[in-house]
């Protein structure tokens, strides 16, 4: 018979939580001896690169968009940001490709590969929108070269890359809220389904 | 019930072999480590670049006539902006594929009128100027016949017209008051008044900068600069920047549509509807692949994996 605590939110949230994502699973401490090639790096690596992102981001975004035209710490950490973001969509695609090839998506691991994808996506999102957010020569002509190929599709009407305030919100806090809850629930499910398995081959 | 028949591009053998040791947190931090060692060193050798921004100041300042050439075009209603259609203005139908007008659907949200947010609203916020009042004050009340008359003259007059001596010599005839608001225009533009008042138009707090930069981007000075340095549309432009730098490299597949036919000859006035629906289609089939029979066996049939899996199959 179950009891009021059984039945509360709270107490079913825990226990299905723990189910699905035992603290060995979610913290392992061994990982099948297939998993040895060097593509499995870029998985890692590309998180460590958003790390770096998010804390130059911030280190930016505490002293203000105007910064880092006039200070060479600001140009500097300004650098770092954009280093970070190429190392960073570097090791992403690098990554998409192995995991393509892999067919990274069998064994219930569908969902791992679509919230990649839409990952990547909102990564574009925000790259873009931190490119036309510079406040300098080249957002002032990414901005308005990119303005046609969104207004095309109507999307100009709600999304105007030439309102810099626009765009700096979408690149500081939407998009990077929304690349921290997917790369949250990507990690949680490779976490939940594991790596996937070499293809059986017959012998 | 009969056993579910094994698919092996979408379901994975049980791994029943040997599990190594994995240290998953000093796995990470080594990550960061070298990623944050990594970034310094790039940065150190090759900064970012940080082009300044051009002005509607330094524009009129460098190119005076082709400033006055764009702000007649404002006035008249045929420059870019103003024949641009939506979501700024009624003057088009905007892109479309076939029957999908999607951007006219979307609606006229970013409202801009050129001749007014350009040219008479800002000419109307200088003051202690007479003569330039009675010009306003005859351009707004005018017919919109007489408008157009005059400003065709204005526009003939200027292939002969010329910038000295810190003032606009323009030969025209019969063109009203257009030729005081012109000289006006380009005297405000050049004390950099006009970047400041197309800005503020509904305030003191901005961060709204679209007007001035479509203004800039119906001139040449933009565009010019851009191809100076390699950026523009047909440069494979919107993913570089200035320098020698990598850009947004990632957008390669989106702007190469942009280079090829057809998007880049029979399709081209509607290339970005199309080249933006192609990548969709595109970027939905990458996001489908699971269940995309066909595509999603190209891995195991390339076989990659091997070379990925080489020590386990070396060892089964």
């Known amino acids: 018979m179950t009891t009021e605590i059984d039945r509360q939110w709270t107490t079913r949230l825990r226990k299905t939580v723990v189910e699905k994502l035992p603290p060995e699973k979610l913290l392992p401490d061994t990982q099948p001896a297939y998993v040895a090639s060097w593509i499995y790096v870029f998985g890692v690596t590309t998180l460590a690169a958003l790390a770096i992102v998010i804390a130059t981001g911030c280190v930016l975004a505490m002293k203000g968009p105007l910064w880092w035209h006039l200070s060479s710490t600001g140009h500097f950490v300004n650098s770092l940001h954009l280093w970070s973001v190429e190392i960073f969509f570097f090791a992403m695609v690098i990554h998409l490709w192995g995991k393509y090839f892999m067919a990274a998506w069998r064994g219930g691991r569908q969902l791992t590969w679509v919230t990649g994808v839409v990952l990547f996506l909102t990564s574009i999102g925000a790259g873009f929108t931190g490119y036309v957010s510079q406040t300098n020569y080249d957002s002032q002509w990414i901005s308005t070269q990119a303005k046609d190929g969104i207004n095309a599709t109507g999307g100009g009407a709600f999304f105007n890359v030439l309102n810099l305030g626009q765009m700096l919100m979408w690149h500081i806090v939407l998009l990077p809220l929304a690349a921290v809850a997917l790369t949250a629930v990507h990690v949680i499910y490779v976490r939940i389904k594991g790596v996937v398995p070499p293809f059986e081959e017959e012998k | ?316």
């Open chain 2, 1 to 316: 019930m009969t056993k579910k028949v094994f698919n092996p591009d979408v379901d994975a053998p049980v791994f029943k072999g040997k599990y190594a040791p994995y240290d998953i947190i000093k796995e990470g931090t080594i990550a960061v480590v070298v990623v944050a060692l990594l970034t310094v060193v790039l940065a150190v050798l090759f900064s970012s670049p940080d082009e300044k921004a051009v002005t509607i100041k330094s524009w009129s300042n460098a190119t005076p006539m082709d400033f006055v050439a764009t702000a007649i075009t404002e006035l008249d209603g045929t420059s870019g902006t103003a024949t641009y259609g939506p979501p700024y203005n009624n003057a088009a139908t905007g892109q479309q594929i076939g029957p999908f007008t999607l951007a006219k659907w979307m609606g006229i949200n970013v409202k801009v009128n050129t001749a007014s947010d350009f040219v008479v609203a800002p000419l109307s916020t200088l003051a202690d100027q007479p003569a330039l009042k009675t010009a306003l004050t005859a351009f707004t009340s005018a017919s919109s016949t007489q408008k157009a008359s005059w400003e065709a003259n204005y526009s003939k007059a200027l292939t002969t017209g010329r910038f000295s001596s810190g003032t606009l010599q323009v030969p025209a005839t019969n063109a009203g008051p257009v030729p005081v608001m012109m000289s006006a225009l380009t005297a405000m533009a050049r004390s950099g008044a006009l970047d400041q008042a197309l800005v503020t138009a509904k305030g003191f707090y901005t961060t709204d900068y679209t007007k001035p930069l479509l203004f800039m981007a119906d001139g040449s000075f933009l565009a010019n600069k851009a191809q100076a340095q390699h950026l523009s549309g047909d440069q494979w432009g919107m993913m570089n920047e200035t320098g020698s730098y990598p850009g947004q490299a990632w957008l390669w597949l989106y702007t190469m549509w942009y280079q090829v036919p057809p998007f880049s000859t029979s399709w081209g006035a509607n290339a970005d509807a199309l080249v933006w629906a192609f990548m969709m289609i595109l970027t939905l089939l990458l996001a489908l692949m699971p269940w995309i029979p066909g595509l999603r066996s190209i891995p195991r049939k390339v076989k990659v994996y091997r070379l990925i899996w080489r020590e386990h199959y070396k060892s089964v």
